[in-house]
């Protein structure tokens, strides 16, 4: 059974561009959140994505946005790139809120 | 709004020493969760222990036990016998009202 994927692994940016992260969920996992991780800092919740509906956002600008699909697979875009989102990018997923999430192995974005 | 509070930046012991990790948190949810993670060097997040806020039972898992005390809003984490292989940052974390708050994280190096 897969755990959580995420792609890519790495990949550098220039201020400015757009990005899209994806990431597939456990099997059997309906919600998807996703987090940002600065380095040497804990996981900074971005939002949760449940039924291909939002549920609930944290303190992220509009710039960062997200997609869940029927099949629950999850996109991130983040749109006007600035140095400081260079960060690890972290899906986790998991049944409900109630369960402990998995965590994809993240994206490691660079903007340059 | 939820805050996760691990004051403890680093902590250093020798191989089988026990040790603990403070988590202190902060929610105005009545019903939330709370969960340990380990992050070791490789960057995926491993789930280790979860707790409701309304169960305040303390338990032991192998070498993991936990102290969870609603009136102090603690949730102390303690490795028993550590091992080198435990050498890792721990991450505390929180749920409630669909978001997770995560602490900033404690390094914990294991010497042999």
């Known amino acids: 059974d897969a755990g959580v994927t995420q792609s890519p692994t790495h990949l550098i940016k220039t201020r400015g561009q757009q990005v899209t992260l994806r990431c597939s969920p456990k099997?059997?996992?309906?919600?998807v959140s996703w987090y940002q991780q600065a380095l040497g800092q804990g996981p900074q919740f971005i939002f949760q994505y449940y039924e291909e509906e939002e549920r609930q956002r944290g303190n992220f600008p509009d710039r960062f946005s997200g997609h869940q699909f029927p099949n629950y697979s999850s996109e991130l875009n983040v749109n006007a790139l600035l140095l400081g989102d260079s960060a690890l990018y972290l899906c986790a997923s998991s049944v409900g809120q109630v369960y402990e999430a998995f965590f994809g192995q993240g994206t490691r974005l660079t903007v340059v | 709004a939820q805050k996760v509070t691990q004051a403890q930046t680093e902590i250093s012991v020798v191989e089988k020493e026990d040790v603990t990790l403070d988590c202190v948190y902060e929610t105005r949810d009545t019903t939330y969760y709370l969960f340990w993670y380990k992050q070791p060097p490789s960057g995926e997040l491993v789930f280790l222990i979860r707790r409701n806020s309304f169960d305040e039972q303390n338990e032991i898992s192998g070498r993991y036990s936990w102290n969870f005390q609603k009136s102090t809003s603690s949730f102390n984490f303690t490795i028993t016998a550590s091992q080198v292989v435990d050498s890792a940052v721990y991450f505390c974390?929180?749920?409630?009202?669909?978001?997770?708050?995560f602490g900033a994280g404690t390094r914990l190096f294991v010497k042999a």
């Open positions: 974390a929180a749920t409630g009202g669909f978001k997770t708050i």
């Open positions: 099997s059997g996992h309906d919600t």
